[in-house]
T-cell receptor
Framework: SQQGEEDPQALSIQEGENATMNCSYK?????LQWYRQNSGRGLVHLIL?????REKHSGRLRVTLDTSKKSSSLLITASRAADTASYFC??????????FGQGTRLTINP | DTEVTQTPKHLVMGMTNKKSLKCEQH?????MYWYKQKAKKPPELMFV???????INESVPSRFSPECPNSSLLNLHLHALQPEDSALYLC?????????????FGPGTRLTVL
């Protein structure tokens, strides 16, 4: 089974609103990563948060990590149409195997 | 250059054909990956190469044969595929560093097996 599970599976909001996606995982981690995938294309790395970090920011992105609850959240503030994409969390299993969550499909309506 | 390139973008092949997917990066990364992604699903790891040697094979059927000719190139040779192998095939690369596995992905090859 996938290491990371995300909710919601799909999210539709109005442009300018904030979008929050959640990820839960099962085993201990060194870091957790978030990726974006535009329809049918490659993934783009957004942010990496280490297990000793609780929060990290990058532009309009804010990621939190709660290792006690084995969960992470991705917040996108002031959403734009270009943010429409699928978002995946990913954790490392072993040294090199990146395991992705099921993903959240985000739609930003103009 | 922070780009991973993949060719071809689209590929249609019959079950008796032999074809190859190609991936290239010039970021000096010594780890390269093949993933398979079905529609509305997350990518699933197939193979990992570290320093041009196969380090992970996720029990992939032998009709998929990876090859890493040098540190910049990664190929995936396809033979006798099944229609259920139709998917988006993604290549990625990264540094080989413990605790830092940020991966850079190519745009993928959309494969259709008839």
């Amino acid at each position: 089974s996938q290491q990371g599970e995300e909710d919601p599976q799909a999210l539709s909001i109005q442009e300018g609103e904030n979008a929050t996606m959640n990820c839960s995982y099962k085993t201990s981690i060194n870091n957790l990563q978030w990726y974006r995938q535009n329809s049918g294309r490659g993934l783009v790395h957004l942010i990496l948060i280490r297990s000793n970090e609780r929060e990290k920011h990058s532009g309009r992105l804010r990621v939190t990590l709660d290792t006690s609850k084995k969960s992470s959240s991705l917040l996108i503030t002031a959403s734009r149409a270009a943010d429409t994409a699928s978002y995946f969390c990913a954790t490392l299993k072993g040294a090199q195997k990146l395991v992705f969550g099921q993903g959240t499909r985000l739609t930003i309506n103009p | 250059d922070t780009e991973v390139t993949q060719t071809p973008k689209h590929l249609v092949m019959g079950m008796t054909n032999k074809k190859s997917l190609k991936c290239e990066q010039h970021m000096g990364h010594r780890a390269m990956y093949w993933y398979k992604q079905k529609a509305k699903k997350p990518p699933e790891l197939m193979f990992v190469y570290s320093y041009e040697k196969l380090s992970i094979n996720e029990s992939v059927p032998s009709r998929f044969s990876p090859e890493c000719p040098n540190s910049s190139l990664l190929n995936l040779h396809l033979h006798a595929l099944q229609p259920e192998d139709s998917a988006l095939y993604l290549c990625a690369s990264s540094q080989v560093l413990a605790g830092n596995n940020e991966q850079f992905f190519g745009p993928g090859t959309r494969l259709t097996v008839l």
